[in-house]
C-alpha cells in the first residue's frame, strides 16, 4: 500500500505541520488511522485518509470550526464516491482509491458560513456544471443523508471554494512510500 508521511502530507498541500497536528490531536483523524500513535511513529496516511485529511485541514484553515470541517469532509467525499463511482460518471477519478487523475473539475461551496453546495464539471448529457442544492451546515451531515436541502430562495454573498480536483493533484504529486502493512 502507498502511504505519505505528515511532512511530506503538508509540504504538498502548503500548510503548517502545526495546523495538521492541531486537527489530529483535536481527535479529527481520518478513518484507520490510530488516534494516539506510540512515542516516534511517523503518521502515515494511505490516498483516502490523505484526501479526507486535506479536506479537513484546508477547510479548518479557511476559518471553519474543526469539528464542521470533518462533517464537510465526510459529505465531500461521500458525494464525490457517488459521482464519480456509483453514478459512473468520471470512474477513472477515486481519491479514496488513490486514483487522483481527471479531466474535470471538483468543488466544495461553502456560501455566508451557512451552506454547503457541491459541483462539478462530469456530466454525461454536457459540459455544463451541476451544482447539488445548498444544504445547511447546522446538522449537515444529517441533513445531507436524509438529502434535505436549504428549499427557502437564497444569493450568498460570500462563497468559498475548495478544489478537489487540485487538492488530488497536489497528492498525486507527492512523494509516496510503498509500506508493507
Known amino acids: 500500500m502507498q502511504t505519505i508521511q505528515l511532512a511530506e502530507f503538508c509540504r504538498c498541500l502548503q500548510v503548517p505541520p502545526r495546523l495538521v497536528r492541531y486537527v489530529l490531536e483535536r481527535g479529527f483523524v481520518p478513518e484507520g488511522v490510530a488516534k494516539h500513535p506510540d512515542t516516534g511513529n511517523h503518521r502515515r496516511f494511505s490516498a483516502q485518509q490523505a484526501f479526507w485529511l ?35 460518471w468520471d470512474p477513472g477519478f477515486s481519491p479514496s482509491s488513490g486514483h487522483f487523475e481527471t479531466e474535470h473539475q471538483y468543488y466544495v461551496e461553502i456560501a455566508d458560513a451557512k ?67
Open 115 to 181: 451552506f454547503l453546495r457541491l459541483a462539478t464539471s462530469a456530466r454525461p448529457s454536457g459540459p455544463q456544471s451541476v451544482e447539488s442544492p445548498w444544504f445547511p451546515l447546522k446538522n449537515l451531515k444529517a441533513r445531507w443523508r436524509a438529502g434535505q436541502p436549504h428549499t427557502k430562495p437564497f444569493t450568498p454573498t460570500v462563497i468559498l471554494r475548495l478544489n478537489e480536483t487540485e487538492i488530488a493533484r497536489l497528492l498525486q504529486q507527492a512523494q509516496w512510500e510503498v509500506s508493507s502493512e
Open 54 to 88: 486535506a479536506l479537513v485541514v484546508l477547510v479548518k484553515r479557511s476559518g471553519i470550526m474543526t469539528p464542521l470541517a470533518a462533517q464537510i469532509a465526510d459529505c465531500a467525499v461521500e458525494s464525490l464516491r457517488s459521482t464519480t463511482q456509483a453514478f459512473g
